[in-house]
């Protein structure tokens, strides 16, 4: 007969630790006994904490001859228990604490937390707001007045031969920011033309006036949205890529290092990219113009009871001088905004990689902004004017 072996309840083989506490009048005496490890069952220690609020408690000392193996789990116990003593203002007296042990907690005293490593949630008032942002936006305009000086100097330096100005890296940027942005160019003046088009002819066509589509696109091309768009993609594609770039030298260092080769960074990185875009937008302008022409033309001739030889006649009649040269002013004025808009984000960049891509965000919105702004006040002195 065969007989099973009944086998003894498991025993819990987690090492055991204690805590506890004597109050001896003023003094609130703590020994520790057991192992502190971290497998270790640790005893609770808020009855502990909630001696140290008596207000008759002035001191604490610990005791150790009990104590067995310990490892960090003991340092952080002991790290929770002095910090609250001294939020209470409990002196803790860590004498007969063990030599390693004390060491350890001066080493934790010795390297204090940031002050700002933890970000508080501060609701402010609108006025509160208001200031802050205010203040903000001056600093900016200092920044950029600022950018702006130094800009002028370097060109003067670089106009009287004293600056050092790379020719070839006049034409490598005109090749970045002219050719090489002819394909999204294209694209996006031929869906302005389409858009200007469809637009223009669902109101004319209730007057029997498709004809005077033609008007309405070119006029609208040479005049505005040529330039607006192009300058709005030119700050989206080239003004970033500046930010990006003279960011990244930021970053390495090598701003810095030209400067102690005794170069001026703004004649040797900006101007070259802004005379670039000043050359290059006024052509850009033109061939968008074209472009958006072209894309009116398409929709007029083949979706509206409008000849080519119509549309081209009415677009020659509409279309003068003048407004070709408003657009390339314009857009002169755009390459600039834009240009200062990246190397200005780029040169105030920061040593991140993070603040890298802020600074070609931050270049894009600037950008727009001012190319927003400076459309409108060109067309309101236009308007005034009479032109």
Request: hydrophobic content about 50%; aromatic content about 6%.
């Amino acid at each position: 007969m065969k007989t099973s072996k009944i086998l003894p309840p498991a025993i819990n083989s987690a090492p055991s630790c204690a805590i506890s506490a004597i109050r001896q009048a003023k003094t609130l005496e703590i020994a520790l006994s057991g192992d502190w490890v971290l497998d270790a069952q640790l005893p609770a220690l808020e009855p502990i904490l909630a001696q140290i609020e008596t207000p008759a408690i002035e001191k604490i000392v610990v005791f150790t001859a009990a104590l067995g193996r310990w490892d960090s789990m003991l340092v952080t116990e002991l790290i929770k228990l002095i910090d609250y003593a001294e939020q209470k203002q409990v002196a803790v007296d860590k004498a007969s604490l063990p030599a390693s042990i004390q060491g350890l907690l001066a080493l934790v005293a010795a390297v204090p937390e940031r002050v700002d490593a933890h970000r508080e949630q501060t609701q402010r008032s609108w006025s509160q707001a208001l200031a802050v942002s205010t203040g903000k936006a001056i600093q900016h305009g200092k920044e950029m007045l600022i950018f702006v000086g130094e800009m002028m100097i370097s060109t003067f330096a670089t106009l009287r031969g004293q600056a050092h100005f790379r020719r070839q890296d006049l034409w490598l940027y005109i090749q970045e920011c002219g050719p090489s942005a002819l394909p999204i160019v294209t694209l996006i003046s031929l869906l302005v033309g389409l858009i200007l088009a469809f637009v223009g002819a669902v109101q004319l066509s209730l007057f029997g006036a498709q004809i005077y589509i033609a008007n309405l696109v070119s006029l609208g091309m040479t005049r505005e949205m040529g330039g607006l768009m192009t300058a709005i993609i030119m700050s989206g594609r080239t003004g970033a890529a500046y930010a990006a770039q003279i960011g990244t030298m930021h970053v390495n260092s090598e701003i810095d290092a030209l400067k102690t080769m005794n170069l001026d960074p703004m004649a040797f990185l900006v101007l070259p990219r802004m005379l670039a875009l000043i050359i290059i937008m006024p052509l850009l302008c033109l061939y968008a113009d074209l472009m958006g022409i072209i894309g009116g033309g398409f929709v007029t001739v083949n979706f509206f009871d409008v000849s080519l030889t119509e549309y081209l006649d009415r677009t020659a009649h509409a279309v003068k001088m003048k407004d070709f040269i408003i657009g390339f002013v314009k857009c002169s004025v755009f390459g600039i905004l834009i240009a200062l808009s990246g190397c200005m984000r780029g040169m105030q960049c920061g040593r991140s990689a993070s603040a890298v891509g802020d600074a070609g965000t931050s270049a894009v919105v600037t950008a727009i902004v001012f190319i927003v702004v400076a459309d409108s006040v060109m067309t309101i002195i236009c308007n005034r004017l009479g032109i």
